[in-house]
């Protein structure tokens, strides 16, 4: 991958594939995703790969979610405008492998879930791809189907690549009239509109910077750790879906305080990041325990919470805990309600009448020092965040889930005691880093919000506006 893919995805068979494929090239795109279905034929997949050329388009196949037919595998392969595909299941690269080579890809990667806000499925594919993966599925429109505010789509491209992306995909070029109202790129009479308008001004921002934004690397050093067995007891504690609410909340944190980072699974390598934060590792494997037990020793940072090392992987309780509680410098027999215990602290700023809901850990401090209490109606003050030192590093924990702006607060208390460098803009405003292949750093500002932000060294944004900025000076 060269320079940044900007283009859109396509049914073949219900595509005109002369006039579309010289509509898309009219819109500044270099790359159509041709999405095969039940329903595609090789005919029709020939059609749009061959205008495609003719048109300076390079090809993505996206394969279907049960088997591909070979013969549709032998028509992309044949084409010289296919350079990569897109798997539906990992097990399918093996199919694939044959039709595969040198300027040949193959990527198992989600779809791009919003237009705005902490994306975890492209993180976590980020990590796993090591940096080489595409933001497909870039929503061009609201979720009811409202049109794209001026410069939005432009400013949601720019994200992604500035996140580490090597191409954005708009989700689809025609509007689909079969069920749910899904506006395309094409109106309803199939011809070009505003959503067509913003991805052109979309691919031309793009084709513009198409120089320094190739071949960015990214350097993320910090970590939301995903663990399975850890989801599976606590969504058995709490409910279905309370393990992602819960990690969801400490990502949206992250990502108001502009800390980058990626989604590891649970048997990941940590060396390569300053922080790791795991909000709801109740269930963890000793090797597991013992790698974060060296990650802090080292001088790493670590944020957990959520029971922490409750149970094993297997989800037996844990009876021998010496090793957790050095780590994290307190022993806890439990839980108990929270009862609106309202949160204190002498050196964090909390927002005014800030409370616990739902449950408290009771946790009996041994070597950890307490950085904010609850005010609990029976037990008194409890400890609601402590910081253990441990090694070079240390480890801070949350007893409970933080309301959202009382999150924001106590976790830049936190980076700043775990030494983690906050840049001071937080959200709406994005600042995003990343090196050219040049070795010249870029610094990206981008303004996810309806109206003008002010930027750090004078002047503003306008609303959903970007400005890239290359050793102090605009590109």
């Known amino acids: 991958m060269e320079k940044p893919f900007c283009g859109v995805s396509c049914r073949p068979e219900e595509t005109r594939a002369g006039r579309d494929t010289a509509l898309m090239a009219k819109a500044g795109f270099n790359v159509v995703n041709a999405v095969l279905s039940p329903a595609t034929t090789p005919a029709a997949l020939g059609r749009l790969l061959e205008k495609a050329r003719e048109q300076g388009l390079r090809a993505l196949v996206t394969l279907p979610e049960g088997e591909c037919p070979k013969r549709l595998l032998q028509t992309a392969a044949e084409s010289d405008a296919v350079v990569g595909f897109r798997l539906a299941r990992e097990e399918q690269r093996e199919a694939l ?28 594919a980020r990590a796993r791809a090591r940096g080489e993966y595409i933001a497909f599925g870039v929503p061009a429109c609201g979720p009811r189907g409202e049109l794209p505010s001026p410069g939005r789509l432009a400013l949601a491209a720019l994200t992604h690549l500035a996140d580490g992306a090597k191409g ?49 690397r990214k350097r993320v050093r910090s970590a939301l750790l995903l663990s399975r067995p850890s989801r599976t007891l606590w969504d058995a504690l709490y409910g279905p879906g309370s393990y992602d609410q819960h990690l969801r909340a400490l990502a949206g944190s992250l990502y108001r305080l502009n800390v980058e980072f990626d989604i590891l699974d649970d048997d990941a390598a940590l060396e390569n990041y300053d922080l ?60 108990v309600e929270a009862q609106d215990a309202l949160l204190r602290s002498r050196t964090v700023i909390l927002p005014e009448g800030a409370a616990l809901t739902g449950t408290v850990e009771l946790l009996r401090p041994a070597g950890a020092s307490v950085l904010i209490t609850a005010a609990h109606p029976e037990r008194g003050d409890l400890p609601a965040v402590t910081v253990n030192v441990y090694g070079r590093g240390k480890c801070a924990y949350l007893a409970a889930s933080l309301p959202p702006e009382a999150l924001d607060q106590t976790l830049d208390a936190l980076l700043r005691a775990l030494r983690i460098p906050l840049p001071g803009i937080r959200a709406p405003l994005l600042l995003r880093r990343a090196r050219t292949n040049e070795g010249r750093d870029l610094i990206f500002f981008l303004n996810h919000s309806p109206h003008p932000h002010p930027l750090p060294f004078g002047g503003d ?9 290359e050793n102090g000076r605009t590109l």
């Open 97 to 124: 492998s044959p039709y595969l080579g040198p300027g040949r890809f193959a990527l198992c990667l989600p779809d791009a879930g919003t237009l705005d806000g902490a994306d975890m499925a492209l993180h976590a």
């Open 168 to 216: 954005v995909i708009f989700e689809r070029f025609h509007s689909e009239i079969g069920g749910a109202y899904a506006p395309g790129l094409l109106g309803w009479d199939g011809r070009p509109g505003e959503i067509f308008e913003e991805c052109q001004k979309a691919a031309g921002e793009l084709s513009r910077l198409a120089d320094r934004l190739s071949g960015l």
């Open 276 to 335: 790791i934060a795991a909000p709801a590792l109740c269930a963890v494997s000793d090797g597991l325990l013992e790698a974060l037990c060296a990650f802090v020793e080292r001088g790493g940072g670590l944020i957990a919470g959520g029971r922490t090392g409750f149970t094993d992987e297997k989800l037996t309780p844990r009876t021998r805990a010496k090793t957790l509680t050095k780590l994290l410098g307190f022993t806890s027999p439990g839980t």
């Open 461 to 469: 944004l306008p609303p959903w506006g970007f400005q890239v900025r």
